[in-house]
């Protein structure tokens, strides 16, 4: 069928609805060909079942992913010209793009393998793609296609290359980062956004989007400072957005403000201050991956802008909020607090308390593609004074000219250091609408929890040792192998055999926790799930000591070793 077809407009609805059933369609499939989190192999497996997908040979892909499966498997379905098994993901407890399907009421039954071989494409369906260009398979590689496939073909196609070779943060056993399933709602909610397309830059582009954002960003800056008399919020892409914007409002009230953060900052901190031609920040020590307060007692004065942390990327831990802000109250200081990870529990009136402090800082860092469940990219900054978001006031005659917003058009462009930008918001404020507060807050409730039963089952495991408890939801631990040889290289190759496997996908943080303090290598899950429990990872603690066990003994037995 057509692929000029407009998303919006009459007939657009009736076009999603003919489109988005043959990309759930491919999206089911692959799924179902990666079978388990995350594509086995490595890269280059995955780059060469993309290779062999488009023409060249599946026992070039084949020889590179070896006895793996996962990305070979692939290859020898789409060989085989087999039906994908993807009734059981349809069916299955986690739903996944079955849910959405049967959600669309499109009516199509479970079992739908036979259809991915028949006309709308399937396993064999790119394999035809470059026939059906003319190019030949090397040449394809590097050139656009001439001609088109049809939609419905291009997204089954491309929807199954794209599921089968990508991490499923849906997945238990992926939990390496601050990457979290999506709700189901917030993913239908895009679709209408990306339909309408309306851009953030302009009111007579997204008259209604902007009052949604308006609405919902007020509610955020609310939930931030709910006893503040002009708090206000604008939307970010994430963390890392958020961050400059700290220190770009703190540069606007003081060109030669000097950044001071902990040890355990973001990244963003040291990149932001860069970018803005600050100097580097005054690093503070930590203890627990915490600032300590009496160490930045010693260093601020009344020209820095600290940035303390709620929620660590390495271990989730709080900073001690209410110290550091008396302190910087004490000294004139300005205080920006990184909530990015631990900021939604705010939701929680059982968590809510952890973050007590937090009101006291100047601007705050959210990020519900953390704790929200948002498709990236859903940051958010809050700011105690609306006025200190004047900062970002920028006039361009086509967009806010001044006898339009004296007019009462509001200005959309001085809610943001971009130009063109989707209406996340919507999303966001869909999700809200759907769950509330209290359901939100109940879903960070769930991955805590899950988060303490899981580190239980660490100190109950004579395989692995706990770091600490955990304060959010993220357990960090490691092999007790690594400690009998003092192999930090151990912990870094269990985390790579699980991810080549294609059966697990953790993360790694180093942390001062060796002899003098000198910096150890720990695994880490990061739990995002809010439907998992701790009994959901006692089989992945076993992978994890059991590949530690294996790879030990490897590294006895290599020759090199010897």
């Not at 009344?302 to 008396?326: M, Q």
Request: contains cysteine.
């Amino acid at each position: 069928m057509r692929g000029d077809g407009l998303a919006g407009g009459e007939g657009g609805a009736d076009r999603l609805g003919e489109l988005i059933p043959a990309a759930l369609r491919g999206m089911a499939a692959g799924i179902a060909e990666r079978g388990g989190p995350v594509p086995a192999g490595g890269p280059a497996a995955v780059a060469a079942a993309l290779v062999a997908e488009r023409g060249e040979p599946a026992r070039v892909a084949a020889a590179l992913v070896g006895d793996h499966g996962g990305a070979g498997a692939v290859l020898a379905t789409a060989e085989r010209g087999e039906p994908a098994p993807v009734a059981p993901v349809l069916v299955g407890d986690h739903g996944g793009a079955g849910a959405v399907l049967a959600a669309a009421e499109r009516g199509e039954p479970a079992g739908v393998a036979a259809a991915l071989v028949g006309d709308h494409g399937g396993p064999g369906a790119v394999m035809s793609t470059a026939e059906r260009g003319g190019l030949d398979a090397a040449s394809s590689r590097n050139q656009l296609p001439r001609h088109g496939v049809g939609a419905e073909a291009a997204l089954e196609e491309l929807s199954r290359l794209l599921a089968a070779g990508s991490a499923d943060p849906a997945d238990p056993a992926c939990a390496a980062h601050l990457h979290c399933p999506p709700l189901a709602v917030a993913v239908a909610a895009d679709v209408v956004a990306s339909a309408l397309n309306p851009s953030m830059d302009s009111w007579d582009q997204a008259p209604v989007a902007s009052e949604l954002e308006r609405e919902f960003t007020a509610g955020i800056a609310r939930l931030c400072y709910p006893d503040a008399e002009t708090p206000d919020a604008v939307v970010t892409t994430g963390g890392t957005e958020s961050n400059l914007l700290g220190l770009l409002l703190a540069r606007e009230r003081d060109p030669g403000v000097q950044p001071v953060c902990g040890a355990n900052a973001h990244h963003s901190v040291a990149r932001a201050a860069w970018l803005l031609g600050l100097p580097a920040p005054i690093v503070v020590p930590c203890e627990g991956d915490r600032l300590l307060p009496d160490a930045l007692a010693e260093v601020v004065t009344p020209r820095s802008v600290v940035v303390a942390t709620a929620g660590t990327t390495n271990t989730g831990t709080l900073d001690p909020l209410p110290a550091i802000a008396a302190i910087c109250r004490r000294s004139g200081a300005r205080l920006h607090v990184d909530a990015a990870y631990g900021g939604m529990a705010l939701c929680s009136d059982t968590l809510k308390t952890k973050l007590a402090g937090l009101e006291l800082a100047d601007s705050v860092a959210l990020d519900l593609h953390k704790f929200g469940w948002q498709p990236v990219a859903a940051g958010l900054f809050a700011a105690r004074e609306a006025a200190d978001l004047a900062a970002l006031t920028v006039r361009a005659e086509y967009l806010n000219a001044d006898d339009d917003t004296e007019a009462g058009l509001p200005d959309l462009l001085g809610r943001s250091i971009r130009t063109s930008r989707r209406p996340d918001a919507f999303r966001m404020a869909v999700t809200v609408h759907a769950l509330g507060t209290d359901g939100l807050g109940a879903l960070v409730e769930r991955c805590c929890t899950t988060a303490t039963e899981v580190a239980a089952r660490v100190e109950e495991h004579p395989g692995l040792r706990l770091w600490g408890a955990p304060e959010l939801s993220t357990v960090v631990l490691r092999p007790v192998g690594a400690d009998e040889t003092g192999d930090d290289e151990l912990v870094a190759r269990v985390r790579r055999a699980l991810l080549e496997a294609g059966t697990a996908v953790i993360g790694r943080a180093s942390l001062p926790t060796g002899p003098g303090g000198a910096d150890q290598l720990w695994l880490k899950l990061t739990l995002l799930h809010p439907h998992t429990t701790g009994d959901d990872y006692g089989p992945l603690l076993d992978r994890i000591a059991a590949t530690a066990g294996a790879e030990l003994v490897a590294g006895r037995e290599s020759p090199v070793a010897s």
